[in-house]
């Protein structure tokens, strides 16, 4: 068993930066692979994006070269680094991870892009 807890969420205005922190219940090393999703009331949740323990990330077409995904075993975090955010990226955005064959979520941080 283990939780997810998201945090870094807020209001920023177009073009702006924010990091998205989230910190499992146990050691990260533990996990597979971890990822970052969002969604947006009336639609699905989609993949924005994804990184295996080895290192290896993917990304949406709509955030590469914009965010960038990194896992920190030292701090026992993951993050989601996104700079030049637009309205359209608003949403709640969600960890998940892969701890053997169970798939955990946190319960999500609000981002809001706007002027």
């Known amino acids: 068993q283990a939780r997810l807890v998201e945090s870094g969420g807020d209001l920023v205005q177009p073009g702006g930066s924010l990091r998205l922190s989230c910190i499992p219940s146990?050691?990260?090393?533990?996990?597979?692979?971890m990822g970052w999703y969002r969604q947006v009331p009336g639609k699905e949740r989609e993949l924005v994006a994804t990184i295996t323990g080895g290192g290896r990330t993917n990304y949406a077409d709509s955030v590469k070269g914009r965010f960038t995904i990194s896992r920190d075993n030292a701090k026992n975090t993951m993050y989601l680094q996104m700079i030049s955010l637009k309205p359209e990226d608003t949403a709640v955005y969600y960890c998940?991870?892969?701890?053997?064959?169970?798939?955990?979520w946190g319960q999500g941080t609000q981002v809001t892009v706007a002027s």
């Open positions: 146990t050691r990260i090393s533990n996990f597979g692979e």
């Open positions: 998940k991870a892969r701890l053997g064959i169970t798939t955990y």
